[in-house]
C-alpha cells in the first residue's frame, strides 16, 4: 500500500511556465521527500523537507509542507523541456516503519 | 565517487526459472534497499539491508529473498518465476538505515518474464 499520494497522475505544460505537484499521505511522518525519474531510468533525489520545517527552497523548486493537512507539495518555476519527467514523493511512518513509501508518481511534460 | 551500479541492466527469462540481481553501492553506503516498479503498482519496497542484516522487509512473497555480503553489496534473488515479476528492479544505498536521509538509486535491472 502507498503512504504518499501524487496528484495530478499527469502534467502537461509550456517550457516557462511553473509546475505545481502535490502529495497527499496518510500517517504522521518524520520527513518527506521528492526524487525525480527520467524514463526508465534510477530515481534522482531532489529535496528532503522534515516534518518541522514548512518550505525549502533548491534551486527553482519549491517544497512546502502542511503536516495538518498531511500535504506537500512541489513547485518548479520556469520550467525546461528538460525538466520532463516523473516526480515522487516518500515518506515514512506507515505503519510505524522508517523506511521511504513512494507514491505512483506525477508525470511531467514539459513542451518546448 | 561511483554511484550505485547495478547488474545486469537487462535480462530476459521464462517462468519458473530463477534470477539474481546485483547492487554495489556508493563507497561508505552501508544500507541497501531494494524496490520493484512496476506501471500498475508504483515502487514497491522489497527490503532494505544493513551491515550484512535484513533490517526491514516489505510485503511479498518468500520467492524474493535477498543478502547483503561484508563488503556491503547486496544481491536479491527471485525464485520461481510468474509473469508479473516482469518490472523494473532498483536498489539503492544511503550512510544509515532507515528514512534518515538520502537515497541513491541504481539505473535498475529490467526483468523481462516470459
Known amino acids: 500500500s502507498q503512504q504518499g499520494e501524487e496528484d495530478p497522475q499527469a502534467l502537461s505544460i509550456q517550457e516557462g511556465e511553473n509546475a505545481t505537484m502535490n502529495c497527499s499521505y496518510k500517517t504522521s511522518i518524520n520527513n518527506l521527500q521528492w526524487y525525480r525519474q527520467n524514463s526508465g531510468r534510477g530515481l534522482v533525489h531532489l529535496i528532503l523537507i522534515r516534518s518541522n520545517e514548512r518550505e525549502k527552497h533548491s534551486g527553482r523548486l519549491r517544497v512546502t509542507l502542511d503536516t495538518s493537512k498531511k500535504s506537500s507539495s512541489l513547485l518548479i518555476t520556469a520550467s525546461r523541456a528538460a525538466d520532463t519527467a516523473s516526480y515522487f514523493c516518500a515518506t515514512d511512518g506507515l505503519r510505524g516503519s522508517y523506511i521511504p513509501t513512494f507514491g505512483r508518481g506525477t508525470s511531467l511534460i514539459v513542451h518546448p | ?114
Open chain 2, 1 to 114: 565517487k561511483a554511484g550505485v551500479t547495478q547488474t545486469p541492466r537487462y535480462l530476459i527469462k521464462t517462468r519458473g526459472q530463477q534470477v539474481t540481481l546485483s547492487c554495489s553501492p556508493i563507497s561508505g553506503h552501508r544500507s541497501v534497499s531494494w524496490y520493484q516498479q512496476t506501471p500498475g503498482q508504483g515502487l514497491q519496497f522489497l527490503f532494505e539491508y544493513f551491515s550484512e542484516t535484513q533490517r526491514n522487509k516489505g510485503n511479498f512473497p518468500g520467492r524474493f529473498s535477498g543478502r547483503q555480503f561484508s563488503n556491503s553489496r547486496s544481491e536479491m534473488n527471485v525464485s520461481t518465476l510468474e509473469l508479473g515479476d516482469s518490472a523494473l528492479y532498483l536498489c539503492a544505498s544511503s550512510l544509515t538505515s532507515g528514512n534518515t536521509g538520502e537515497l541513491f538509486f541504481g539505473e535498475g535491472s529490467r526483468l523481462t518474464v516470459l
